[in-house]
């Protein structure tokens, strides 16, 4: 039995459909990997500038007043944020939490260091920050 | 025979038809997934912007003018603003505020009445508050989404 030419050129243009289609998946599926990749990476620098944001105010409450922090060397937890970056009472999931990871103070210098965590455990962003006070100034209680 | 082979070709065409509608399908979905993704993107690096812009502008501005009676508060248009003064040139202020969308700046002398739309434009922005706090300013900025960024700034003179 042989093949009419029209048949033949039917079953050729069925099986260049069909390697179309499998090219077409392979891109997609790279495609949407990469996707999915950009997605954690973008959510990843949001998360990481509204860390700068929050971590900023409590260094700039520290320096206001570096006696409120309280001198300890355990960590303590300031804030706790849900995933829009809402302050709320309790960690959430898919949270964030503001953590006062040490304060020393020696001859008058507040040391802090401050630090945004993920649920996941992972440090957002961290910073350190000194403030000096004067004797005078601690007795005062300012 | 003929018949039969017509019928067979007419199966053929429409399963071809079927995998291109496939084909287009999923490339369109692909496309569109792209685009979906694109967009947010370009969204949060707008939010990170407007964001970080803003927070990092003012702060620096109130640490820049941090001298006794420097920094206060005030109202200027209907709208709340930060008024600094540089000591030796009291009859003069900078306002930082909130109008036509942007977070605006304007260098003026205090007697002057201004337009605030004449301010130089700095980031979009939907509004601007403040309240004094000890020790500092707290400054709440509503991005171009309407979406709200709160931080302190620490005012030194406590003069705000």
């Known amino acids: 039995m042989k093949e009419t030419r029209t048949q033949m050129g039917r079953r ?15 891109c997609a599926a790279i495609c949407l990997a990469g996707f999915v990749h950009s997605d954690r990476l973008s959510q990843r620098s949001y998360a990481q ?4 944001v929050r971590v900023q105010t409590a260094v700039e409450q520290f320096k206001a007043d570096p ?6 060397a355990d960590a303590k937890t300031l804030r706790y944020y849900d995933s829009e970056w809402n302050e709320v009472d309790a960690q959430v999931e898919d949270g964030y939490r503001l953590e006062l990871t040490s304060c020393t103070e020696e001859q008058g210098l507040y040391s802090a260091l401050f630090c945004m965590w ?6 957002l962003y961290s910073v350190e920050t000194k403030k000096y006070l004067p004797a005078r100034a601690r007795e005062a209680g300012v | ?14 399963f071809n038809i079927l995998l291109f509608c496939m084909f287009a399908f999923f490339a369109l979905a692909v496309l569109l997934a792209g685009a979906k993704a694109y967009r947010t993107f370009a969204a949060r690096i707008d939010d990170n912007f407007a964001v ?3 927070a990092g502008y003012l702060t620096n501005k109130l640490h820049q003018n941090d001298a006794e009676n420097s920094v206060s508060i005030t109202e200027f248009g209907g709208v709340p603003a930060i008024a600094l003064t540089q000591p030796g040139l009291e009859d003069y202020h900078t ?11 304007i260098f ?3 007697e002057f009445e201004m337009d605030p739309d004449s301010g130089m434009e700095i980031v979009e922005s939907q509004g601007l508050e403040f309240e004094q706090r000890p020790g500092g300013v707290w400054v709440r900025v509503l991005d171009g989404a309407g979406d709200a960024t709160e931080f302190f700034v620490a005012v030194r003179s406590d003069a705000a």
Do not use: D, P, W
């Open chain 1, 49 to 52: 500038s509204q860390s700068v």
């Open chain 2, 108 to 110: 003026a002398h205090v």
């Open chain 1, 67 to 72: 006696m409120a922090a309280g001198v300890s």
């Open chain 1, 118 to 123: 993920s649920e996941e455990g992972a440090a």
């Open chain 2, 1 to 14: 025979m003929i018949k039969r082979e017509s019928n067979t070709g007419g199966g053929e065409f429409l």
């Open chain 2, 95 to 105: 306002l930082i505020y909130c109008s036509g969308g942007a977070l605006r700046e």
């Open chain 2, 52 to 54: 970080r812009t803003a």
């Open chain 1, 12 to 26: 050729a243009f069925l099986i260049e459909l069909l390697f179309a289609m499998v090219a077409m998946g392979i």
